[in-house]
């Protein structure tokens, strides 16, 4: 079985700019989360996706906001970039949705987003 | 108060030796503990996780929760070059619309041959 994929593994953007992230999740997921990590906050929670809608978001700004789709994908949208973005975009999915108890989280290897 | 809180590193071992991982939390009302390990270039890959108190053991790996003292620790025995990598505690509550997984900063780990 298909692990979780992302796209792009690499970016560079400048300040101001937006990008956009990928994520499909293992065939039959259906919820996808989606973290930042930094070596200096480390792994932070930015929101979680179950059925296409919105269950759970982190404390992070309305510049980051993401979607999923009927076939379970996921994309993150960041506007605006600051240097402060700088960080590795981690998904990952789930079959169920985590306040369900399902605790298994299968993660992605992440996008790798330069703000310059 | 941070909720998780792990032991800063990096740390550097011998092969072959016992290594001790280690995090606190603050919130009693967690009840899911994980440990996942991360090498360079990689997502996290969940490693063990456990329900309440006491030991877990799968392998060389052994994970260990006192929710009397919320402290929460991963053992390695013999430890290889191989289990080089960064390793992260994570809590999680019992259920909840708003559950989600918070994760210690992490601790990168480098075992020596």
């Known amino acids: 079985k298909a692990g979780v994929t992302q796209t792009p593994r690499y970016l560079i953007k400048t300040r101001g700019q937006q990008v956009t992230l990928s994520c499909s999740p293992i065939?039959?997921?259906?919820?996808v989360s989606w973290y930042q990590q930094t070596p200096g906050q480390g792994l932070q929670f930015l929101f979680e996706?179950?059925?296409?809608?919105?269950?759970n978001k982190g404390n992070f700004p309305g510049r980051f906001s993401g979607r999923q789709f009927s076939n379970s994908r996921s994309e993150m949208n960041v506007s605006t970039l600051e240097l402060g973005d700088s960080a590795l975009y981690l998904c990952?999915?789930?079959?169920?949705?985590?306040?369900?108890?399902?605790?298994?989280?299968?993660f992605g290897p992440g996008t790798r987003l330069t703000v310059t | 108060q941070k909720e998780v809180e792990q032991d800063p590193g990096p740390l550097s071992v011998p092969e072959g030796a016992i290594v001790s991982l280690n995090c606190t939390y603050s919130?009693?009302?967690?009840?899911?503990f994980m440990w996942y390990r991360q090498y360079s270039r990689k997502g996290p890959e969940l490693l063990m996780y456990?329900?309440?108190?006491g030991n877990k053991e799968d392998g060389r790996f052994t994970a260990q929760v006192d929710k009397s003292s919320k402290y929460i620790s991963l053992f390695i025995r013999d430890s290889q070059p191989s289990d080089s990598a960064t390793y992260l505690c994570?809590?999680?509550?019992?259920?909840?619309?708003?559950?989600?997984?918070?994760f210690g900063k992490g601790i990168t780990l480098s075992v020596r041959p």
């Open positions: 990952a999915s789930s079959l169920a949705a985590t306040g369900t108890g399902v605790k298994e989280q299968y």
């Open positions: 065939s039959g997921h259906r919820s």
């Open positions: 996706y179950f059925s296409e809608t919105q269950r």
């Open positions: 919130n009693s009302a967690f009840q899911y």
């Open positions: 456990t329900y309440s108190s």
């Open positions: 994570a809590i999680f509550p019992s259920t909840g619309a708003n559950s989600k997984l918070t």
